[in-house]
């Protein structure tokens, strides 16, 4: 039996749906992500989880039980939000005692909890200071050491650390993987940010519109996106328009181009649209050992960013973007460049949607 189970989960505000029918079963552990743009419905279902929305229908069991009509603080779940709600007044010693002495336990039982928690923190240095004498990503692991103090069944992340600086960023997320791996504790994160999704998580469910498009492995999502809106959002994949020519032999046409995939066209007819999407790592404008296909194309633009040179190109009405590693011998392209796009042909994936 899952550990967290969300069944036919559907949320309208007023008249407009914002969650459709959604259902999940999280394993005991596992640390998923709800990834997706602006408005897709992933706080929503993250605040249904932790009782601050109550559903239109459907229902949520943590470990059995059925939690869809708690309040929040009859579910046992800890919850870190975006911007540090840390108690301004008191220390960090009494941040993280508060739920603690909320409910009830004893002087030297929260004492040694607290320094539990600032020890898995690495804060231990900083339990007298308050809040304002702290960077946000202190504040933040403080936030984290609060909502665990508690031991919740299930850990929620909303948007934890997009108010930080990118190194801050990192640094940050890799510390909640390893301290959530350690507790092993069900962990639900919500983001916008489709490299840290992929970086921490055991499976990512990526949201459009209300309605989960894919759920699936951080491998899945980016190997293997289920639409074209996965696609695009999660990866920098590149999206090709091609014709389906022979579905039976595994031919598309893209321009006056035929080409043999190796990905299955059975459930196409010839004539139909399709998109194929091409990774920019398995891109090239030199032919190597794997290549076996070759496009014309012109130089759109080239950019270059430190370590690479990420290219645009334009092949027959696509845009085709690929990084190519700088070296210093590296003569960034023109726009208006002729060149010709290197790949092969079994990297070619047919997204279906
Ligand atoms: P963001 O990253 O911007 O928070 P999100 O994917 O988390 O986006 P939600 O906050 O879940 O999106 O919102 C989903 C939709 O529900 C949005 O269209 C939003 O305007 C709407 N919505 C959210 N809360 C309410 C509310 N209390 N009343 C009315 N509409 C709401």
Same mark, same amino acid.
């Given at each position: 039996m899952s550990f967290?189970?969300?069944?036919?989960?559907?949320?309208?505000?007023?008249?407009?749906?914002? $969650?459709?029918? %959604?259902?999940?079963?999280? *394993?005991?552990?596992? %640390?998923?992500?709800?990834?997706?743009?602006?408005?897709?419905?992933?706080?929503?279902?993250?605040?249904?989880?932790?009782?601050?929305?109550?559903?239109?229908?459907?229902? !949520?069991?943590?470990?059995?039980?059925?939690?869809?009509?708690?309040?929040?603080?009859?579910?046992?779940?800890?919850?870190?939000?975006?911007?540090?709600?840390?108690?301004?007044?008191?220390?960090?010693? *009494?941040?993280?005692?508060?739920?603690?002495?909320?409910?009830?336990?004893?002087?030297?039982?929260?004492?040694?909890?607290?320094?539990?928690?600032?020890?898995? !923190?690495?804060? *231990?240095?900083?339990? *007298?200071?308050?809040?304002?004498?702290?960077?946000?990503?202190?504040?933040?692991?403080v936030a984290l050491a609060r909502a665990l103090a508690v031991k919740p069944q299930v850990l929620l992340l909303d948007e934890p650390l997009s108010a930080l600086d990118?190194?801050?960023? $990192?640094?940050?997320?890799?510390?909640?993987?390893? !301290?959530?791996?350690?507790?092993?504790?069900?962990?639900? %994160? $919500?983001?916008?940010?489709?490299?840290e999704a992929l970086s921490i998580s055991d499976r990512i469910v990526v949201m459009n519109a209300g309605r989960a498009d894919q759920i699936g492995t951080p491998s899945d999502i980016y190997n293997r996106p289920a639409t074209r809106f996965v696609a695009s959002f999660v990866g920098t994949l590149n999206l090709i328009e091609a014709t389906v020519e022979d579905p039976q032999a595994n031919r598309i046409r893209i321009g006056e181009h035929a080409i043999q995939i190796r990905d299955s066209l059975a459930q196409s007819r010839g004539g139909d649209k399709v998109a194929v999407a091409l990774r920019p790592e398995a891109a090239s404008l030199q032919a190597t050992a794997r290549t076996d296909t070759a496009l014309p194309g012109e130089v759109v633009a080239s950019s270059f960013l430190g370590s690479v040179v990420r290219t645009r190109l334009n092949v027959g009405g696509n845009t085709i973007s690929f990084d190519m590693f700088n070296d210093p011998g590296l003569t960034p392209l023109a726009a208006g460049e002729k060149v010709t796009l290197h790949f092969a042909a079994r990297d070619l994936l047919v997204i279906r949607d």
């Open positions: 967290l189970a969300l069944s036919e989960i559907k949320k309208s505000f007023g008249p407009v749906q914002v $969650v459709h029918n %959604f259902n999940m079963a999280i *394993e005991k552990g596992e %640390f998923v992500s709800f990834l997706g743009p602006s408005g897709c419905g992933k706080t929503t279902i993250l605040r249904m989880i932790a009782g601050f929305e109550t559903p239109s229908g459907g229902t !949520i069991r943590i470990n059995g039980v059925d939690q869809t009509t708690l309040k929040p603080n009859q579910r046992n779940i800890g919850m870190v939000f975006q911007a540090y709600a840390l108690f301004p007044n008191m220390t960090v010693y *009494e941040n993280v005692a508060f739920g603690l002495k909320v409910a009830g336990m004893a002087r030297a039982d929260i004492d040694r909890r607290v320094k539990e928690m600032l020890a898995l !923190i690495h804060l *231990e240095h900083l339990a *007298e200071r308050y809040p304002y004498q702290m960077s946000g990503g202190q504040q933040q692991r990118a190194k801050i960023r $990192v640094s940050l997320r890799e510390e909640i993987r390893l !301290i959530q791996q350690q507790l092993g504790i069900t962990t639900v %994160f $919500v983001t916008h940010d489709q490299e």
